[in-house]
């Protein structure tokens, strides 16, 4: 299978600031990552598809000015929370679609976002 | 994309095979199973996928049935460290690329 990193692992922050986190695809190249958040106790829910190059696409809902995402080469996704409030508190995980492998999506390991 | 429908729980003994059902009566000719599974605070891993003919690989197995309105994820030999929430998507390959996950199945495997 493919790798997939996230970083930070977990992260505090005080409310109010901005939260950068990345995602890279460690052996193969991805033009198209995702971006999901989880709250406790619950499923997934997709947030954003981010392509190399091109703006991300947003589902509705989603905030594209608070949830900013930058994806600048083939191996890197970033997702900035910006204004952080508590609410935003949350796990985020990110996903690397891998074209050589039928374009199956690997994960991360997932960011644990707390705002004070 | 279909929508699937999994057990809520399920529980099985450590050693045992496990068979995860998932039903997805409205799959459409072009989608694939997908079966993820998560594992507490970590992100979710995949485990293997299918199209219509039944797949095996290192972690498991997927049995589709013929008219592929549902289909099973067999773990062989139960450990506990195969206890998790297993998600069953369905997805176009190509073109929509999108996981939607359920609420899967969460699988306790008893020592």
């Known amino acids: 299978g493919a790798v997939v990193s996230q970083h930070p692992s977990w992260v505090i922050c005080k409310s109010g600031t901005s939260v950068k986190i990345e995602c890279r695809s460690l052996?193969?190249?991805?033009?198209?990552m995702f971006w999901y958040r989880q709250f406790p106790k619950q499923s997934l829910m997709l947030m954003a598809t981010?392509?190399?190059?091109?703006?991300?696409?947003?589902e509705q809902g989603v905030e594209k000015d608070k949830f900013l995402i930058n994806h600048a080469s083939l191996t890197l996704s970033t997702l900035t929370v910006t204004s952080a409030h508590p609410e935003d508190s949350s796990f985020y995980i990110c996903?690397?679609?891998?074209?050589?492998?039928?374009?199956?999506?690997?994960f991360g390991p997932g960011t644990r976002l707390t705002v004070l | 994309d279909a929508k699937t429908t999994q057990p809520t729980s399920m529980d099985c003994a450590e050693g045992r095979a496990a068979n995860l059902p998932c039903n997805h009566s409205?799959?459409?000719?072009?989608?694939?199973v997908y079966w993820y599974r998560q594992i507490h605070s970590q992100g979710p891993q995949y485990i293997i996928h299918?199209?219509?003919n039944n797949e095996t690989n290192e972690m498991a197995s997927l049995i589709i049935t013929e008219d592929r309105k549902s289909s099973t994820l067999i773990l062989p030999h139960a450990t506990l460290r195969d206890t998790a929430v297993y998600y069953c998507?369905?997805?176009?390959?190509?073109?929509?690329?999108?996981?939607?996950f359920g609420q899967g199945t969460r699988l306790t495997i008893n020592p």
């Open positions: 996903s690397a679609r891998a074209e050589r492998e039928s374009n199956t999506q690997y």
């Open positions: 052996d193969f190249q991805a033009t198209t």
């Open positions: 981010s392509n190399e190059g091109s703006k991300a696409t947003y």
């Open positions: 409205t799959i459409s000719g072009n989608e694939y």
């Open positions: 299918g199209l219509k």
């Open positions: 998507i369905v997805r176009v390959d190509m073109g929509a690329q999108k996981l939607v």
